[in-house]
């Protein structure tokens, strides 16, 4: 690499720290007026698809999809992700503009100013990760007063991985599917670990592909499933990360972390 396209590079990543906080200030002050408003879900949802889209023109992130067709219009998933990065919800979000998606999260995200607020008042549900009793409540109370347009996306191994690995998922993901009746979308990301590895500032540009699975019906399954079902979602993310992976190196990228 070039002396002329390391500056660029370190350019382009210095405005990303600059612009990112300031992107993320003014979509969660225009999705809190869109809910003070009194709007439906899928229209306050716009604010969370113009800041994942202007996440990714910020940092020159170019996403490549592959399985779109698996969607049904009209249908809710419990959306089912690996974790490779803090970059997987901007991609996911610009990535899968036909679903209105709110996100389990860390409780700690409600204590951020402005983006809390905005995350509270969007129908998206925080957890402690705690394994306890009181996170079972926290999801399904959260649940039970969601739009039915609305799909709720989990990062099923809970936290983000530090090295790019894939990791087990927990159960939480699969009780709510089985609790609300909603057919699993199983995803996968590849090359966000490569642009924003955890413990750095600097955003890089770079490629990403993004596998989508057909769903996974639940109907006739019960709460005695719920380790099968885990475990078919995970042989079938790992799949998906794995077919991900692939497209990048056929493309000359190496996909960061660990296969």
């Known amino acids: 690499m070039g002396t002329f396209e390391r500056t660029r590079r370190w350019l382009r990543s210095l405005?990303?720290?600059v612009l990112l906080p300031a992107n993320i200030i003014f979509w969660s002050a225009a999705v809190l007026v869109y809910a003070f408003c009194g709007a439906t879900?899928?229209?306050a949802h716009r604010c969370y698809r113009?800041?994942?889209?202007?996440?990714?023109w910020i940092a020159g992130t170019?996403?490549?999809r592959h399985g779109l067709a698996h969607l049904l219009p009209g249908q809710a998933y419990v959306v089912v992700s690996n974790h490779e990065s803090n970059w997987d919800p901007p991609t996911l979000l610009a990535s899968l503009p036909d679903l209105v998606i709110r996100f389990v999260l860390k409780t700690q995200l409600?204590?951020?100013?402005?983006?809390?607020?905005?995350?509270r008042r969007t129908g998206n549900i925080a957890v402690e990760r705690t394994k306890t009793g009181a996170d079972v409540k926290r999801l399904q109370?959260?649940?039970?007063v969601r739009d039915p347009d609305v799909s709720i996306l989990f990062f099923a191994e809970g936290n983000r991985s530090r090295d790019g690995s894939y990791g087990a998922f927990k159960m939480g993901a699969f009780a709510t599917a089985l609790d609300f009746k909603l057919p699993i979308l199983p995803v996968a990301v590849a090359g966000t670990h490569r642009i924003w590895r955890p413990g750095t500032a600097w955003v890089q540009r770079g490629p990403v592909v993004l596998e989508i699975g057909e769903p996974i019906p639940v109907e006739g399954l019960d709460a005695d499933d719920r380790a099968r079902?885990?475990?078919?979602t995970h042989a079938a993310v790992a799949a998906l990360r794995r077919r991900a992976r692939a497209c990048l190196?056929?493309?000359g990228v190496d996909p960061g972390g660990i296969d």
């Open 50 to 56: 113009g800041f994942g889209r202007t996440c990714l």
């Open 41 to 43: 879900p899928r229209a």
């Open 249 to 251: 190196r056929a493309q």
């Open 141 to 144: 109370s959260g649940m039970s």
């Open 229 to 232: 079902l885990r475990d078919r």
């Open 110 to 119: 409600l204590k951020v100013p402005v983006l809390g607020s905005a995350l």
């Open 62 to 64: 170019r996403v490549e």
């Open 15 to 17: 405005l990303a720290l």
